[in-house]
């Protein structure tokens, strides 16, 4: 029987920090009691958090296409990411993966396949420290999203399947202008040619969006696989999500959206790098209004590993009412729960030992040790 005891430590449980000891065998938490142990490694006052549970993050994307056109080795993009991810705290992360490709860009078919492939290889040679599950992202107006979402169809590790529609005028783009700004003037479109590009994004949408949102949901429905829905606007899409029995609800981009849904029972998530800068990158609600209401759920660092754990610290310095467990749970136990992994994202005796040792005196959170299922990993 493996054992460790870590001592002296502010450990963050769900609901309170306490003073005390955690003690770990074979891999689980088997311990926890208040006050220091005699034996053990002090953390000299540190916290003890849960690892962190991160259902959305794009970073492995740009590991693995680092600039227009060109693509990295699959396994050494993989590893990469897997480093920054693990010295970020994060000791679980849903990877996503691009379905359905336009002309904009996107993969083409077989590709992501292939990088989940690389994903699962590189677990089994024992190259990777934090547990990788696949989140696929779906771009429910490409005409190509079914055919990608058909190669993962027998694959166990997909445990979440977000519905997108990024066409103008709707959902993340409610105006044009914000469009306009995303993809004309930031890539350099003539007036033609974002005109073509508007017209072809709409067409697609009316002609698929419904039908391919639908046999989406119903396929995982079947599999047991958590539903996201993406940039909810109003109060229609929040009963659309309802109806496809969405469990989390991505980025909505009003305020009333996002109290429907909490309402509604899905958790909300809401980018770490919003409440960081205290604002969205693309004009929409700030997450900390929204945390604020008491209607923010869940956290994902998005595009930046390291703004799970500060933006907790953030939340719990700066939103009246929000406690640091409270902010904590955000990142572990709450997006645990909403894709039904009972067995870690909390500090508690039974449950896997994932955890991280963090140091903060003031500004960002150091990371000082990472533990997954008990094996330190950082």
């Known amino acids: ?185 930031k890539r350099g479109l003539t007036d033609e040619q974002f005109a073509r590009f508007v017209e072809s994004r709409l067409s697609l949408s009316e002609r698929f969006s419904t039908v391919h949102r639908d046999t989406l949901a119903r396929s995982c429905a079947e599999r047991g696989i958590t539903v996201a829905s993406h940039d909810d606007a109003t109060l229609a899409h929040v009963e659309e999500a309802k109806g496809h029995g969405v469990k989390l609800a991505e980025f909505p981009t009003s305020i009333e959206a996002a109290e429907a849904s909490h309402q509604s029972g899905m958790s909300v998530l809401m980018g770490a790098p919003n409440v960081v800068r205290g604002k969205s990158h693309s004009g929409n609600i700030a997450a900390r209004d929204l945390a604020k209401r008491g209607v923010l759920d869940v956290l994902s660092s998005d595009y930046v590993p390291l703004s799970l754990l500060h933006a907790s610290f953030v939340l719990a310095d700066e939103i009246d009412g929000i406690s640091l467990p409270q902010a904590i749970a955000m990142v572990t136990a709450t997006p645990a729960r909403t894709v039904s992994l009972d067995d870690r994202g909390r500090i508690e005796t039974g449950l ?4 991280v040792r963090v140091r903060r005196d003031a500004g960002v959170p150091v990371i000082r040790a990472v533990w997954r299922e008990g094996r330190r990993v950082a």
């Open 1 to 185: 029987m493996s054992e460790q005891i870590f001592s002296n430590a502010r450990i963050v449980l769900e609901d309170r920090i306490v003073d005390g000891t955690v003690v770990v065998r074979d891999g689980l938490i088997a311990e926890i009691e208040e006050g220091p142990s005699r034996t053990g490694e002090d953390f000299g006052g540190d916290y003890l958090i849960p690892g962190l549970v991160e259902l959305h993050t794009d970073h492995l994307e740009s590991h693995y296409s680092p600039r227009p056109g060109v693509r990295w080795h699959m396994t050494s993009a993989i590893q990469a990411h897997d480093a920054q991810i693990v010295t970020s705290g994060i000791t679980t992360v849903f990877d996503c993966l691009r379905m359905g490709s336009d002309e904009d860009g996107g993969f083409d078919k077989g590709e992501m396949r292939d990088m989940a492939d690389a994903i699962q290889a590189a677990e089994r040679d024992d190259r990777l420290r934090a547990e990788h599950l696949i989140h696929l992202r779906c771009e429910v107006a490409s005409d190509n999203v079914l055919e990608h979402f058909s190669d993962f169809e027998n694959d166990p590790h997909v445990r979440l399947v977000s519905l997108m529609d990024h066409s103008p005028g709707q959902r993340q783009f409610q105006t044009m202008e914000q469009y306009t700004l995303y993809y004309k003037t």
């Open 352 to 355: 896997r030992a994932d955890l």
